[in-house]
């Protein structure tokens, strides 16, 4: 599956937020650095109401969500990168995660402290920036030596990586993260994602504000949003006090009131889910039936094979077809008969690219 890190300096609410996704006390929130030691790792329904749509049609007896993992990181300070506090561990857990959650404290609260003394999420946000940058200076400094003596070796691939990782050096010495490099095809994309760089992945920040300002944010919050725009990033508010508060109503309808009192029309959870759901580029299909209507997860441009082997590799081997109903004609002709009576439902073969929103139903031989 999918992996986000939920990464930021110590005290910013990371647990806290953690908790909330994740809905369980297991990851302890508390006021000290390096609370949170072992990575923990929380699957997360990902929301999606076209889902219930879809087995209200169907008369489907179970509703079952696709999920996208989330981890919570171990604290990182200045000097990670050197080594400093729980420093390799972090920058080893980032290394495993698809992309990165970088929680910014926008909140003010002199009971907790601040690691670096003052509310300032830009200069936070750059804190732990610089040090994933110079880990990767660090990682592609090593890696060249290695690439060096493939190169003696008349390997033609250590030379392309070569100047590649050369592009890279440059490019974060003049202190920017890597991701600003654009792959031209998908060949160089391969090529950046074999150099494993921690700042090649896409980063959302989530301002973390007090309870009072969940709804319009705040000044600091304000200026995060600008600094993500500038880097083509994307910022979500949230008060992780209250999304904790807000996960503990176990009646979804309690929470929707509490939302509405509060002039929040979804969870900031929604947001932040969806929010990592977009900066992995994936797209959701959905297999209906009486028994159960499902979202599965895919990237963005999957084939029609390799989409039915997200359900099981005998589909993805043995494929032959899939009917294919987009979502509209779906609601629109109330069901599969309904489609097919009118045409809408496509038999679709192995170069088919699936679409968002896609119902499927895969042929396949054993
Ligand atoms: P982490 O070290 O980044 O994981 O931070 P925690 O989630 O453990 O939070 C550190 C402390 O800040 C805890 O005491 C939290 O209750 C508190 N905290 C987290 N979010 C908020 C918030 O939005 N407002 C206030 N006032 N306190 C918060």
């Given amino acids: 599956g999918f992996?986000?890190?939920?990464?930021?300096?110590?005290?910013?609410?990371?647990?806290?937020?953690?908790?909330?996704l994740t809905n369980t006390a297991a990851a302890a929130a508390a006021n000290y650095p390096f609370c949170t030691?072992?990575?923990?790792?929380?699957?997360?329904?990902?929301?999606?109401?076209?889902?219930?749509?879809?087995?209200?049609?169907?008369?489907?007896?179970?509703?079952?969500?696709t999920q996208l993992s989330f981890v919570d990181i171990a604290?990182?300070?200045r000097g990670a990168s050197q080594g400093e506090g729980l420093g390799n561990q972090f920058l080893g857990n980032i290394r495993e995660v698809d992309a990165i959650i970088h929680v910014l404290r926008c909140f003010e609260d002199d009971d907790i402290t601040h690691v670096e003394g003052t509310i300032d999420p830009i200069a936070d946000a750059e804190t732990v920036e610089t040090e994933l940058m110079l880990s990767d200076i660090d990682s592609l400094t090593k890696r060249k030596s290695g690439l060096e003596r493939r190169i003696r070796g008349q390997d033609k691939d250590a030379k392309a990586l070569m100047a590649l990782a050369e592009r890279m050096l440059a490019v974060l010495e003049e202190g920017q993260p890597a991701r600003v490099v654009e792959a031209a095809d998908e060949e160089e994309q391969k090529l950046i994602d074999e150099l494993q760089l921690l700042t090649t992945k896409p980063v959302l920040y989530v301002c973390n504000v007090s309870e009072e300002e969940a709804a319009e944010g705040n000044a600091l919050s304000t200026r995060v949003a600008e600094k993500a725009k500038a880097e083509n990033a994307v910022s979500v508010i949230i008060s992780a006090a209250l999304?904790?508060?807000?996960?503990?109503?176990?009646?979804?309808?309690?929470?929707?009131?509490?939302?509405?009192?509060?002039?929040?029309?979804?969870?900031?959870?929604?947001?932040?889910?969806?929010a990592g759901y977009d900066l992995l580029n994936l797209i959701t299909y959905f297999t209906v039936g009486p028994k159960e209507a499902r979202a599965w997860t895919v990237t963005q441009n999957t084939k029609a094979p390799q989409a039915a082997g997200v359900i099981h590799t005998d589909f993805e081997t043995g494929f032959i077809r899939a009917e294919t109903i987009a979502f509209d004609a779906y609601i629109e002709h109330k069901g599969e008969t309904g489609c097919k009576d009118a045409g809408k439902m496509r038999l679709e073969g192995k170069e088919y690219v699936v679409a968002d929103g896609d119902v499927l139903h895969f042929r396949f031989a054993n």
């Fill in 3 to 20: 992996k986000c890190g939920i990464v930021g300096l110590p005290n910013v609410g990371k647990s806290t937020l953690f908790n909330a």
């Fill in 37 to 65: 030691i072992e990575p923990n790792v929380g699957q997360v329904p990902v929301p999606d109401p076209r889902l219930n749509q879809l087995a209200a049609i169907a008369g489907s007896k179970e509703i079952i969500p």
């Fill in 243 to 274: 999304e904790s508060e807000i996960a503990q109503l176990e009646d979804e309808e309690e929470q929707k009131a509490f939302l509405e009192d509060l002039g929040l029309g979804e969870t900031g959870l929604g947001r932040v889910i969806r």
């Fill in 75 to 77: 604290g990182l300070v």
